[in-house]
């Protein structure tokens, strides 16, 4: 079993939905593996803290009459049908943290909104989200391809933006293919990368201004991300750091090929 086959057997593991077999591959898997055994502890501390009710945070009481003054039976429905539309399923771990995004969501119309590092934090938790929903899922690509000729026009009449799309194969990334998601409220483009047995989602939208690349580590994933040329880049792995700084920097200095 490797990192992100492990990954992706964690939510069953926890349910006890693994047979006597699988169960016993991700034990002795994570016996060698200190970074999965992070990841396992920290989707621990979150099914405990949904189970009790801790580090909850509440609303103001008008904001919350507005919001549910807001939702009315129809919108209820079609909430149902965008946590379907995300993969959600009912895992309990992933169907919160869609309900708490489409609430932070909700009370953005009606102008709640968070900024600076709060606006970070939150994409963060919504990328390693992504990363994860990708490997539960089996929904890892809608096109399967290492010809970014063939990526790249697939998002045309998808999306209204251009994603760039650049070949990293040379460099020991090679491109997997690419998906829609939802991130930061908008749907947005996912390239998928590897490096060895590691997944690498690159996630891709609009956005002003020029940021100098980041670092951030959740749940047991590393994060990258960084705005340039009216884009913003947000990549996400199981790799170690000093890896997926490598994949970014070579992203940064690649030029796509002429069509």
């Known amino acids: 079993m490797n990192c992100s086959e492990c990954r992706a057997q964690t939510s069953p593991y926890l349910d ?8 016993a591959a991700f034990e002795r898997h994570l016996e060698s593996c200190a970074e999965c055994r992070a990841a396992l502890a920290s989707a621990k501390r979150i099914s ?3 189970r009790t009710g801790g ?5 103001p009481a008008h904001v919350r009459a507005r919001i549910l003054g807001e939702i009315g039976r129809s919108e209820r429905r079609s909430l149902w049908g965008d946590l379907r539309l995300l993969g959600v399923g009912w895992n309990p771990v992933a169907l919160a943290a869609s309900l708490l ?8 119309g009606m102008g709640f909104y968070l900024g600076g590092a709060d606006h970070e934090a939150l994409l963060t938790r919504e990328v390693v989200a992504g990363q994860i929903r990708s490997l539960m899922a089996s929904h890892l690509t809608d096109i399967a391809s290492s010809d970014q000729h063939k990526v790249k026009p697939w998002f045309n009449g998808k999306l209204d933006f251009s994603p760039p799309v650049v070949d990293l194969a040379s460099e020991g990334y090679p491109l997997v293919g690419g998906r829609l998601d939802y991130i930061g409220h ?7 990368y590897r490096r060895r047995d590691h ?13 100098p690349l980041r670092n ?9 991300y960084y705005k340039h040329g009216g884009m913003e880049y947000w990549a996400v792995s199981d790799l170690g750091e000093a890896e997926l700084k490598e994949f970014v920097a070579l992203l ?3 030029k796509e090929a002429p069509a």
């Open 252 to 254: 940064m200095g690649a």
């Open 55 to 59: 580090d909850r945070f509440a609303a």
């Open 216 to 224: 951030e580590t959740q749940q047991g994933y590393n994060v990258a």
């Open 199 to 211: 997944v690498i989602n690159l996630f891709i939208w609009p956005e002003d201004g020029e940021k």
């Open 48 to 50: 405990a803290a949904i």
């Open 101 to 108: 995004l489409v609430i932070v969501a909700t009370a953005g």
């Open 186 to 192: 908008r749907t947005v483009a996912a390239l998928v």
């Open 16 to 23: 006890g939905e693994l047979t006597a077999e699988a169960k």
